[in-house]
């Protein structure tokens, strides 16, 4: 199994540009989720999916969309990118989110200029 | 908006000393997780503590949750270079979401 993937590993953006992360995960999860990554303010929550078809906002959903269309894949979209947006950005997954064990995947880093 | 709050927020010490990480909420949570992160990965969890009170040791890595389930600790014994990382501690609120706290940078020294 390889777990978590996510592409790309790096990306720099110009402001007002358009772009997709990607997120797969080969373990049959049904809860996925994208959290960012800033100094000092550990992970927060952008959007979540708790099945194919059902996503929710999480704890700083502005600027970004999500889409499941499959169990496997759960891309993250930033429609007009902002330097706000500079961060890193981690796909996570879980058999069952209640006291299970998340698994990350590698991490993409962003800079938007 | 439930916080964890982390501290402390960075740790250098000598390899052998010991050191305990904390992290604060003024919120309840049903259980409480910690990751371990090293640089440029994404983190790994170490253990989740569900039961008020509990301890769980982890090797040389003791993990307690308080009574009233609003705080945990992470001591660790006899600290290796090995151990330096980014120690982040996440609350599950019984949602559908997890809390993390801002992290602990720790440096071992050898």
């Known amino acids: 199994n390889a777990g978590v993937t996510q592409t790309p590993k790096f990306q720099v953006l110009k402001t007002g540009q358009s772009m997709t992360l990607q997120c797969a995960q080969d373990?049959?999860?049904?809860?996925m989720s994208w959290y960012r990554q800033d100094p000092g303010m550990g992970l927060r929550l952008i959007h979540y999916?708790?099945?194919?078809?059902?996503?929710d906002q999480g704890e700083v959903p502005n600027g970004y969309n999500v889409s499941r269309s499959t169990t496997e894949d759960f891309p993250l979209r930033l429609l007009s990118a902002a330097p706000s947006q500079t961060s890193v950005y981690f796909c996570?997954?879980?058999?069952?989110?209640?006291?299970?064990?998340?698994?990350f995947g590698p991490g993409t880093r962003l800079l938007v200029l | 908006t439930q916080l964890l709050e982390q501290s402390p927020q960075f740790l250098s010490i000598q390899e052998g000393e010991n050191l305990t990480v904390y992290c604060n909420s003024s919120?309840?949570?049903?259980?409480l997780q910690w990751y371990r992160q090293e640089p440029g990965e994404g983190p790994v969890l170490l253990v989740t503590?569900?039961?008020?009170?509990e301890v769980k040791k982890l090797k040389r890595l003791t993990f307690q949750f308080g009574d009233a389930r609003k705080d945990s600790s992470l001591h660790i014994t006899a600290a290796q270079p090995g151990d330096t990382g980014l120690y982040l501690c996440?609350?599950?609120?019984?949602?559908?979401?997890?809390?993390f706290g801002g992290g602990t940078r720790l440096m071992v020294k050898p």
């Open positions: 996570a997954s879980s058999q069952g989110r209640r006291r299970g064990t998340q698994y």
């Open positions: 373990m049959n999860h049904e809860y």
């Open positions: 999916s708790v099945g194919a078809g059902i996503t």
């Open positions: 919120s309840v949570f049903s259980s």
């Open positions: 503590v569900v039961t008020g009170g």
């Open positions: 996440a609350g599950d609120n019984a949602g559908n979401m997890l809390t």
